[in-house]
């Protein structure tokens, strides 16, 4: 008959006997040798990853016009039901955005949002993205809610404020495809026309004809 010993797995050796007492300090001597990895948030930014999930970024084409067009896609996928848009339509005296529509209302809630990313998903224009900003914490629970131009990405340089007409001779679908790079002579005028006072006007940057 073999040793009972031998069929008892938590049966230590005479060296494991030895060494048992500080066998648990084993990580954290080895870890006392590796470099120190600690940030030092918040005096230096942290290192994110390119497609982070931060804050929501409702994106603007090239002349100007806003992506969104009110679809609410984004909401009816939110799994935490954090989002709400209202549409409105878009008239030639009010033009926000390609289309027959354009986002009025735009709200999320970041109480409830779990930054999952479902909703730029779902987007069918790509208005929605998110972007690497993480910093949302506040004392105020209603700062959390944020509205429409809490999260309308800025003007870039060349861009011309909405709301104005679509490039001429284009319809919505050659904006998705990207054929408008910038806002034309014809859309200058307008706004000049109808919001002389528009800051915008000094920087709008005219590009040729969209090419369909």
Same mark, same amino acid.
């Given at each position: 008959?073999?040793? +009972?010993?031998?069929?008892?797995?938590? +049966?230590? !050796?005479?060296? !494991?006997?030895?060494?048992?007492?500080? /066998?648990?300090?084993?990580?954290?001597?080895?870890?006392?040798?590796?470099?120190?990895?600690? +940030?030092?948030?918040?005096?230096?930014?942290?290192?994110?990853?390119?497609?982070?999930?931060g804050? @929501?970024?409702?994106?603007?084409?090239? #002349?100007? %016009? +806003?992506?969104?067009?009110?679809?609410?896609?984004? /909401?009816?996928?939110?799994?935490?039901?954090?989002?709400?848009?209202? $549409? $409105?339509?878009?008239?030639?005296?009010?033009?926000?955005?390609?289309?027959?529509?354009?986002?009025?209302?735009?709200?999320?809630?970041?109480?409830?949002?779990?930054?999952? !990313?479902?909703?730029?998903?779902?987007?069918?224009?790509?208005?929605?993205?998110?972007?690497?900003?993480?910093? %949302?914490?506040? @004392?105020?629970?209603?700062?959390?809610?944020?509205?429409?131009?809490?999260? %309308? /990405?800025?003007?870039? #340089?060349?861009m011309? $404020?909405?709301? @104005?007409?679509?490039?001429?001779?284009?319809?919505? !679908? #050659?904006?998705?495809?990207? /054929?408008?790079?910038?806002?034309?002579?014809?859309?200058? #005028?307008?706004?000049?026309?109808n919001?002389?006072?528009d800051?915008?006007?000094?920087?709008?940057t005219v590009?040729?004809?969209?090419?369909?």
């Amino acid at each position: 008959m073999p040793d +009972e010993s031998f069929f008892r797995p938590d +049966e230590k !050796g005479a060296i !494991g006997k030895f060494f048992a007492p500080v /066998a648990g300090y084993g990580v954290t001597i080895t870890s006392m040798f590796e470099p120190t990895v600690t +940030e030092q948030y918040p005096f230096d930014p942290p290192v994110l990853a390119p497609r982070f999930h931060g804050r @929501h970024r409702l994106n603007r084409y090239a #002349d100007g %016009l +806003e992506k969104c067009i009110g679809c609410e896609l984004c /909401a009816w996928a939110c799994p935490a039901d954090a989002i709400l848009v209202e $549409a $409105a339509p878009n008239t030639p005296e009010a033009q926000y955005s390609p289309g027959e529509r354009y986002g009025r209302v735009y709200q999320i809630n970041y109480l409830r949002c779990i930054f999952c !990313g479902m909703c730029i998903e779902a987007c069918p224009t790509r208005a929605l993205t998110m972007s690497n900003d993480f910093e %949302l914490a506040t @004392h105020d629970r209603t700062s959390l809610i944020y509205e429409k131009q809490d999260i %309308l /990405a800025d003007l870039q #340089d060349g861009m011309l $404020a909405a709301p @104005h007409p679509m490039v001429e001779g284009t319809t919505d !679908g #050659d904006y998705y495809r990207g /054929a408008v790079t910038g806002p034309t002579q014809s859309q200058i #005028d307008w706004v000049r026309e109808n919001r002389p006072e528009d800051p915008t006007l000094n920087s709008a940057t005219v590009v040729k004809e969209a090419q369909r």
